[in-house]
C-alpha cells in the first residue's frame, strides 16, 4: 500500500495545482481525505479540519454503514486521530451536532477570509451541456456559483425532459440555496442568438458579471473563463460539441397549456412548473396561468405574508420570458385570477393540457370529472414531481413565509 501511495499521491498533487493555476479568482476547495498524511497542506493558505468525537463516529459507521462496533472501532483506529488531523489546522469544526449548525459555523468562517480574496463578479452566466449525470451537473453548479457573489443564470443548450429539468432544479437548491438564480432556454442552433440573449440578462446593466464556458465537454473537464470582448462572445467550443438530435425538443407540445397556483415566493418547484409549462407549449402558443386570489387564500400559513397578487404576476410572466428567451415566437400570456379552485381549466375547451404536481394530481383529476360531466374533451396531465429541499422536505411558499415570519 505505501508504494502504491508514493506513486499515486504526488500524481493526484500535480494535478489539484493544475486546476488551482486556472483560477483566477475566488475560493478553491480541496476535499481530501488524506490531505494531512499526503503532505499537502503546505500548498494551502488555511486547511479545514472537520472533526467528530470517537464515540459518535462510531455510531454512524455502525448506524450508516451496516458495520458492527468492533469493525467500526478498527476503521477508526486506522485513521488519524482528532489530535493528530487538528494540530496542522487552521480551523476545526466539530461535526456532532446537526447540519444547520455546521452551515453557520462554516459560512462564518468563509465570510471572514473572503474580503482577503481578489474580488469576484456579483453575477455570472454560462451554457449548460446536455445533461449528463447528476455528480457532472453538481460539479458543473459548484464551479460556476463559488465564482460570484450573487448568483448564476444557467443557459440550457437543449431540451431537457421533466425528469431532467427536476434534477437540476434540485440539485441547484442543495448547491447554492442563497444564490440568485435563472434558467434560460435557447436550444444553441447558431452562436448569434446566444449573444442575442445574453444582451438581455438583467445584470448587463450592471456590468459586474461573468461568462462562463464548459469547455472540452465530451472529455468533461473543468470550466475555464469564457473570453467576453464588449459582449461578444468569442472561444465558444459548445457549440460544436451538441448533436443535432440532442437540440430538437422530442416531447409532444400544445397550443394552449395551463398551470395555476399561488406562486408566491417564486421558488425552485415554482420554476419547474413553470418551465415544463414552457417546454409542452408550441411555438407562439398560449400560456393560460392561474394565480390565486385573497378568497382562495384565506386557509393559507401565514396569508398575511403572502405577495400581492400584482408582485406575483410579474414574477411569473418574468421567469417565463427569461426561461423561454431563445424560442423564435413569443408566448401568449393569459393571467387567470383564481377565485375559485377550477378557474378556467373547467370553462375554456380550447385548453389542451393541465401541469400538475404530485401533490396537486388529485386536484387535476377532478377537473376533468367536471369537464367529463360538461361534454369538454379530457385534458392531458403532465405531472411534474415535487422539489427536494436539503433536508428531503418538500420546498414551498408556507415554509418560506414561516422562515420570514420568524426573522
Aim: charged share 30%.
Amino acid at each position: 500500500m505505501k508504494k502504491l501511495e508514493e506513486i499515486v499521491w504526488p500524481e493526484i498533487k500535480a494535478e489539484v495545482l493544475e486546476k488551482i493555476e486556472k483560477v483566477k479568482a475566488g475560493v478553491i476547495i480541496v476535499e481530501a481525505a488524506i490531505l494531512i498524511e499526503a503532505g499537502w497542506q503546505d500548498v494551502m493558505d488555511e486547511t479545514w479540519c472537520y472533526a467528530v468525537p470517537p464515540n459518535v463516529a462510531i455510531e454512524r459507521m455502525v448506524n450508516t454503514r451496516g458495520l458492527n462496533e468492533e469493525q467500526a472501532k478498527g476503521r477508526l483506529n486506522a485513521q488519524l486521530t482528532n489530535e493528530e488531523r487538528i494540530k496542522h489546522a487552521t480551523r476545526v469544526f466539530w461535526t456532532d451536532k446537526d447540519i444547520e449548525h455546521q452551515r453557520t459555523m462554516v459560512k462564518k468562517a468563509y465570510d471572514e477570509i473572503k474580503d482577503t480574496l481578489i474580488p469576484l463578479p456579483d453575477y455570472g452566466a454560462t451554457i449548460v451541456p446536455p445533461f449528463l449525470n447528476v455528480k457532472h451537473i453538481e460539479t458543473l453548479m459548484l464551479q460556476a456559483e463559488n465564482m460570484v457573489n450573487k448568483g448564476v443564470y444557467y443557459i440550457l443548450s437543449h431540451y431537457p425532459t421533466i425528469d431532467q429539468l427536476t434534477t437540476f432544479y434540485e440539485t441547484l437548491l442543495r448547491i447554492a440555496p442563497t444564490h440568485e438564480a435563472s434558467t434560460l432556454l435557447l436550444p444553441l442552433k447558431n452562436k448569434e442568438k446566444l449573444n442575442d440573449v445574453i444582451h438581455t440578462l438583467p445584470f448587463i446593466e450592471t456590468g459586474n458579471y461573468e461568462l462562463f464556458n464548459f469547455e472540452n465537454l465530451k472529455e468533461r473537464q473543468t470550466w475555464t473563463p469564457l473570453i467576453v470582448d464588449d459582449l461578444n462572445v468569442t472561444n465558444v467550443t459548445l457549440m460544436d460539441k451538441i448533436e443535432e438530435e440532442q437540440i430538437e425538443l422530442t416531447e409532444e407540445t400544445y397550443n394552449r397549456v395551463c398551470v395555476g397556483g399561488t406562486f408566491d415566493r417564486l421558488h425552485m418547484g415554482h420554476k419547474l412548473l413553470l418551465s415544463s409549462l414552457v417546454l409542452r407549449a408550441k411555438e407562439g402558443g398560449t400560456l393560460v396561468i392561474g394565480i390565486t386570489t385573497e378568497e382562495l387564500q384565506q386557509k393559507k400559513a401565514f396569508k398575511e405574508l403572502i405577495e400581492p397578487f400584482e408582485v406575483r404576476v410579474a414574477n411569473v410572466k418574468a421567469f417565463i420570458n427569461q426561461f423561454s428567451a431563445g424560442r423564435e415566437t413569443p408566448f401568449q400570456f393569459v393571467i387567470a385570477p383564481l377565485h375559485e379552485p377550477f378557474g378556467p381549466t373547467i370553462t375554456e375547451d380550447a385548453i389542451e393540457l393541465l401541469v400538475v404536481s404530485e401533490e396537486t394530481k388529485k386536484g387535476g383529476e377532478k377537473v376533468n370529472e367536471v369537464r367529463q360531466q360538461k361534454q369538454m374533451t379530457t385534458l392531458k396531465l403532465e405531472i411534474v414531481p415535487e422539489i427536494k429541499g436539503d433536508t428531503f422536505h418538500k420546498i414551498s411558499s408556507s415554509a418560506l413565509r414561516e422562515r420570514d415570519a420568524q426573522r
